[in-house]
């Protein structure tokens, strides 16, 4: 107590002696100023690192979910399965595909998304699924990403090799989700038109040079989703090689007007549940 007394002390000295003397006043108020001055683009950088870290959170998301991307990781094995299953003409084997499936990824319906750093659509659709998943809109709900922006040491994109490996599945899909219009096709009955079209032609376009593309090329638009569904899909409802829905950002959709975290929750309810927009049996 007596030590601290002797500070407390010492410094009201101080105080007394600055309060009193009159021209050590002005040059501590001076010397605050440049302070500040001198601080601020510490102060500025430190903000902009604040800013850039909540801004990363979306993609550190998505990096949480990613498929691992070497020769024979976790996309290339998934993607194969998905290639090769075929409950109608090949139910065993799809049987087996399925069991497969289940045991290393944990999941037989799940989402595939496609994503990349960069992106302003991913960063809005992490809204509406972690609004879904908080709010409890999704049962058992899994998504799976891809990070089409990752690169090798060399600067290659590791992805890549692995959609050429696979170019028959995009070309079975472009092929499948092409034929559908608006009017035929449950999914895209009551969706905006210039989603599919985007969808339609971006990955028949990819999917043709998917094969020759440079290693240095990503391939494929973002965010690219692909709706896993096996249970569905084993029980005779629409879709290719097990997939029922394939879609951009489903923020493009018509959220009448709204593009908030709820509104963007629910529609992420609505493509899992395949409900109200994304009803198979809804009338036009």
């Known amino acids: 107590m007596k030590i601290l007394r002797a500070i407390g002390r010492f410094f009201a000295k101080i105080g007394r002696w600055i309060a009193n003397t009159a021209w050590v006043q002005p040059l501590l108020i001076v010397g605050g100023i440049f302070a500040i001055i001198f601080s601020i683009p510490y102060i500025k950088r430190g903000i902009e690192n604040l800013s850039n870290k909540v801004v990363d959170t979306e993609y550190d998301w998505y990096?949480?979910?990613?498929?691992?991307?070497?020769?024979?990781?976790?996309?290339?094995?998934?993607?194969?399965?998905?290639?090769?299953?075929?409950?109608?003409?090949?139910?065993?084997?799809?049987?087996?595909?399925?069991?497969?499936?289940?045991?290393?990824?944990?999941?037989?319906?799940?989402?595939?998304?496609?994503?990349?750093?960069?992106?302003?659509?991913?960063?809005?659709?992490?809204?509406?699924?972690?609004?879904?998943?908080?709010?409890?809109?999704?049962?058992?709900?899994?998504?799976?990403?891809?990070?089409?922006?990752?690169?090798?040491?060399?600067?290659?994109?590791?992805?890549?090799?692995?959609?050429?490996?696979?170019?028959?599945?995009?070309?079975?899909?472009?092929?499948?989700?092409?034929?559908?219009?608006?009017?035929?096709?449950?999914?895209?009955?009551?969706?905006?038109?210039?989603?599919?079209?985007?969808?339609?032609?971006?990955?028949?376009?990819?999917s043709s040079n998917l094969e020759t593309a440079s290693t240095s090329d990503k391939g494929l638009d973002t965010p690219l989703n692909l709706l896993v569904d096996l249970e569905k899909f084993d029980i005779g409802y629409y879709g290719c090689n097990g997939i029922t829905q394939l879609f951009y950002n489903y923020v493009d959709f018509d959220l009448s007007g709204s593009t908030n975290a709820a509104t963007k929750g629910m529609v992420v309810r609505d493509i899992w549940n395949y409900q109200n927009l994304f009803d198979p049996e809804m009338a036009e």
């Not at 949480?64 to 084997?93: F, H, I, M, T």
């Not at 809109?137 to 696979?166: C, E, N, R, S």
């Not at 170019?167 to 989700?177: D, I, N, P, R």
């Open 63 to 206: 990096q949480s979910q990613a498929l691992s991307l070497e020769e024979n990781g976790q996309l290339d094995k998934l993607l194969g399965y998905l290639e090769s299953y075929d409950p109608v003409r090949y139910p065993e084997n799809s049987k087996k595909i399925k069991a497969e499936i289940k045991a290393e990824f944990g999941y037989t319906k799940f989402i595939i998304s496609f994503v990349k750093k960069d992106c302003s659509n991913c960063k809005e659709a992490y809204e509406g699924y972690n609004n879904a998943i908080s709010n409890g809109y999704v049962k058992d709900f899994k998504l799976f990403t891809v990070l089409v922006d990752k690169m090798d040491d060399a600067g290659k994109y590791l992805a890549q090799p692995i959609y050429a490996k696979h170019t028959g599945l995009f070309e079975e899909l472009v092929e499948y989700f092409g034929e559908c219009d608006d009017t035929s096709y449950p999914l895209y009955r009551n969706l905006l038109i210039k989603n599919k079209s985007q969808v339609v032609a971006n990955m028949k376009e990819n």
